[in-house]
């Protein structure tokens, strides 16, 4: 077997992730990690492998299959996905669903370029929840579809508050409003606001003599990922975060509610679910998946920007077309 040849952009929980993950792919091989910080410091699990400050990238193009780009997406993925589409095969988990189509199109030009094949916006959402969310809208099209999230820890939420200037540390929670909930499993199909489908709930660690209301405000205040919903923030000690915020969980549900019938009278709910111990862990194994499908798409010369609904279903699995047919069918 000819084996995909990885390499791992960022070497934060979802690199480490995706490192873990590689080892349950016996189709790939991890070359290497790329890193900001120095190499040197840089333990990896996977002995045949190295680490490699980010600066070196280019000049390995010709032995690294595809990459996955790991950082976040509210300052690394913008400028990363399309400096490294014009290197390598990417695939990234870019999660801020209101700006991918301006993200889409700035992939899509350096792949085009390139000639190589970058899968963005993957993992579970978008990604797996995003293709649940198209099979039930073409399935019930009288209907409507809802999602869910939580409850659980958000990688992307917790690296935004990161950011943000006096903050040491994060962890964000996405919880769902369980009347919510509850009224779209009952069929209901109501129209529901931003807010009142979720809160978010942020557990800071914040520096000594930082101004606490100006970062709640920075917090709650910021587009795109607090501004739009009920937020709560509370600011404690990286003692008390380590202790009980060391989990990394997360989950959460699409729904689609619809009728059928002669006069509607009948209705249909399709419920698709994750529950997740290790959110990275999770996400890292949908990269693999579509990174997978961007090696066997390149190799068709199929170049560009893709996303999960680009991406025929057959080309994530390692298993042969006869066996997929004689197995899962």
């Not at 019930?140 to 579809?145: I, Y």
Request: net charge neutral.
């Amino acid at each position: 077997m000819q084996k995909i040849r990885i390499g791992i952009l960022g070497y934060g929980n979802m690199g480490k992730g995706v490192e873990l993950c590689i080892r349950q792919n016996k189709d790939m091989d991890l070359v290497g990690v790329f890193t900001r910080r120095n190499p040197d410091e840089v333990k990896l699990i996977t002995k045949s492998a190295k680490a490699y400050h980010i600066n070196e990238a280019k000049e390995m193009t010709d032995i690294i299959d595809v990459m996955i780009l790991c950082g976040g997406s509210k300052s690394d993925l913008p400028s990363q996905g399309p400096e490294f589409a014009a290197l390598f095969n990417t695939v990234d988990a870019y999660d801020t669903h209101a700006k991918i189509p301006e993200y889409y199109d700035a992939v899509n030009k350096a792949g085009l370029k390139s000639k190589k094949t970058c899968v963005i916006a993957s993992g579970w959402d978008p990604g797996l929840f995003s293709l649940n969310r198209l099979y039930a809208e073409a399935v019930l099209p009288e209907g409507k579809n809802y999602t869910f999230w939580g409850k659980g820890v958000s990688q992307g939420h917790s690296d935004a508050i990161r950011r943000v200037e006096g903050v040491l540390d994060a962890k964000q929670y996405t919880i769902p409003v369980e009347e919510a909930l509850e009224r779209v499993r009952n069929g209901e199909m109501p129209e529901f606001s931003t807010r009142q489908k979720h809160l978010r709930e942020c557990f800071v660690v914040a520096e000594d003599g930082a101004d606490l209301s100006r970062i709640e405000k920075d917090i709650k205040t910021m587009p795109d990922y607090f501004s739009d919903y009920n937020t709560i923030v509370h600011f404690i000690s990286k003692e008390e975060l380590d202790r009980n915020h060391n989990k990394i969980s997360h989950g959460g549900f699409v729904i689609q509610s619809g009728k059928t019938g002669l006069n509607y009278e009948n209705t249909s709910i399709i419920e698709y679910s994750l529950r997740l111990d290790s959110n990275p862990e999770f996400t890292a194994s949908v990269l693999l998946a579509c990174a997978r499908a961007a090696y066997r798409l390149n190799k068709e010369a199929d170049f560009g920007a893709k996303t999960v609904f680009d991406i025929p279903p057959a080309y994530l699995s390692i298993k042969s077309n006869e066996e997929l047919r004689r197995t899962l069918l």
